[in-house]
């Protein structure tokens, strides 16, 4: 019986079992039941004692290594919470954590008592059980708890995961927040790396007047054992498996080393014939894409997984869920496993004790080694983990020398010494010396990052009309009730003085009188409802898509890049947009006989397309004299959406031209953030029907690409709807999630994807790349000399194919659907006259379409139309 099905039954109203009420003393009791019933497991000490201090109304801080159960105490605090008629939430760092508790919950409790928001996916939002991110909980402390609430969103107890993510620099802030801002909830503050926290204890206590309980010092239920491979990594795992100390995930802090490094061991067999159809079975029907997905395909069915934040979200959860199934014997990636995410690990095989922390090389603390160590040894399985480090490559290389001298020396006689490489220049090293030293010190005590921006203080005085005082009040409290040093507190004091006054001067804050004679503070504009929940500078995008001319050929491209220039840059694919122009200019440059010294001059102008950069930059600047709170806030002018409609790219177009393979993750969840952000943020009288047009074909590429988390949630909110909305048996949820529907779900996507797969051929044409039209339609029949044939036809009549906006009109593409399976087609070629006399024709097979999730287009002929 699940804990939904027991609060089902035991809650007490007009349905509830008589005799079954649960009252919130007996809520401990209940639960150790189930878990010994429903998961046949006796709770540890450690969980014993978090969850009795939960049940007796005490904040709990749960500092116990990986492997003791952390999970499962979160799970109790929410039941003992929900018999007690609370409402609680659960917050982590990263969204994919977020994801995986949702799920998880959802099957415990039942998908009308749990919700989920992230900052751009809202499931349910009121649900009595929400997951969320850091920022998502602080925002709401922020906006929705005031003197006489002081519950946010009536939460009173807050589940934080990963709480060591409080000394993160520029995300600190998020965990401090609700501490502060929250007195009468209830904490349990989980992590396996939090150092000493009889401070951080009594803090808590003074500030909810609940006692604090905590649970430190614990013995892990697997204990680990560490050692130092002066080998290479190939080596080492060959020898770990032969030991059958696998699962090994090898840890890099780069991802393609890692997926470097997966292909290498490839070579290596890993899995017998049996294991490699029980792979296949639990893969089923999964499918996966051309280029990284190849490969991982590949790897998989070998027992190799990858796992790095750059992969698809379901190419994650497929490693995962295989992972948990015991059917890989090595995962390589990078340490997002370390932040939570359950996959049994029997090795941990780390390839440096250095990284790169996005301003230079340096050694892992002691938290990052904790952490991610703690992935080994699986709870019920081993009786040890084992945690490796390797030497770095040049020692692995000295140490070879050294021993082949050595096999060399006979007879008695010394062996010749040989010659030692150095590490290279600049190279961070690290020894045994490094690893020994990380096993044996503590985590790191945890630092305050408190942050006051300008969004910040508006969330404060924006709760509504408010006494001075209690903004004031508020205000203080996060600044010198922070857990900051006295001088940085006085440092946030002024900034937090700054931002008030610059409020007051732009008329964005008023103090008036009410009738008793009190100050009162308000705003004078309307913050949107998810105002620092989403997009912040949704507001600025409203206001520049007033100065944009709908009667425009452009305007639905540049309502695009409005939009596009608010969200954060998606850094791989600028910078490979960024290599191409420089590349481009480069050639150019030389071909027009500039010498080095100027190119590289000139080169440094080069960026990134960056669409109404001028416009957006003056209209930013005058926004921010009015709203200064967007300040906080950078403008990003990009074009990837853009740069998709003008290419006539799709998904895997785009990950192919600029070589993004391996960050297909992150190029997804640009796309989907950029498609929510102009879906939810244009205004309705703003979208003309090409804009309309591209925004279902963008939301379609996205789903497409890979199922969203509202797809799931549907299916389990509504077991008795299939994937295409009609009553009947779900679908069973295989490895790769509930199944895609078809493109054709959406004909007016489907209609640009085709649109765009037509005018994708016109300007191959027009630029006369015929290796490309052989490409893409050589399989059908049509190849390289067929166009070549054609378009030295078109040629000798027009000077030029046109492939400006004109030519991209919807206009010039005449659809037959007069045959479900076979559509027949035909695209203008747009010349410079416009005697619009040549042109594209052929069929597009519905059928095939509607399985590859893309237009099948067949060119039967290119010329000039017949009659």
Known sequence: MSLGSILDRTIAGPEAVAGSVVEPDESFTVFEQWVRDDRGLDLYPAQEE?????????????????????????LGAHFIALVEGRRTVYTAPIKALVSEKFFDLVDVFGADRVGMVTGDTSINPDAPILCCTAEIMANLALRDADADNPDAGGITQVVMDEFHFYAEKDRGWAWQVPLL?????????????????????????????RDTTLVTGVERPVPLAFGYAVATAHETVESLLTDGKSPVYIVHFNQSHAVEQAQALSSIKLVDRAGRDRIAEAIGDFKFSTGFGATLSRLVRSGIGVHHAGMLPRYRRLVE??????LLRVICGTDTLGVGINVPIRT????????????????????EFHQIAGRAGRAGYDTEGDVLALAPEHEV???????KAAAKATGGKKAKPAKKKSAPQGFVSWNESTLEKLVGSQPEPLVSRMRITHAMVLGVIGRGEAHEGEALATMRTLVFDSHEPRPAQFAHARRALEIFRTLRRGDIVEVHENTAGEQLLRLTVDLQANFA?????????????????????????????????TLEDPRPIVRAQEHRARGEAVAAMKAEGIEYEERMELLEE????????????????????????????????????????????GFRDLVSFYQLGRSEGGVLRYLSDAYRAISRTVPEQAKTDELEDLIEWLGEVVRQVDSSLLDEWEALAHPDIDADGAEGAAAPQGAGGPPSRGPLSSQRAFQVMLRNALFRRAQAAAFERYAELAELDGAQGFGEQRWREALDGYFMEHDEIRVDGDARSAALVELDRSNADAWRFRQVLLDPDEDRDWGIEGRVDIPASDEAGEPVVIVERVGPFMG
């Not at 209830?186 to 500030?207: I, N």
């Open 50 to 74: 978090a969850l009795l201090g939960l049940a007796l109304g005490s904040n709990v801080i749960l500092a116990t290594p990986t492997g003791t159960g952390k999970s499962l105490v979160a």
């Open 181 to 209: 801002l929250m007195p009468r909830a209830q904490f349990l503050l989980m992590s396996a790396t939090l150092g000493d926290v009889t401070e951080l204890g009594a803090d808590l206590t003074r500030r909810t007047g």
């Open 321 to 326: 869920q295989l992972a948990q199934q015991g």
């Open 348 to 367: 941990v095989l780390i390839t440096a004790l250095t990284k790169f922390d996005g301003e230079k090389m340096r050694r892992l603390s002691a938290r």
């Open 397 to 403: 290389e000295n140490a070879k020398a050294a021993a």
């Open 533 to 565: 929940l989403n997009q912040p500078l949704s507001p600025f995008a409203l206001a520049a898509i007033e100065l944009l001319d709908p009667e425009s050929p452009d305007y639905a491209l540049d309502v695009i890049s409005v939009i596009e220039a």
């Open 606 to 649: 080069v960026t990134h397309p960056q669409p109404l950069r001028e416009l957006l930059t003056e209209a930013f600047d005058a926004y921010t004299t009015e709203v200064p709170w967007a300040r906080d806030y950078e403008l990003r002018p990009k074009s990837v959406i853009r740069d998709m409609v003008e290419r006539a790219f």
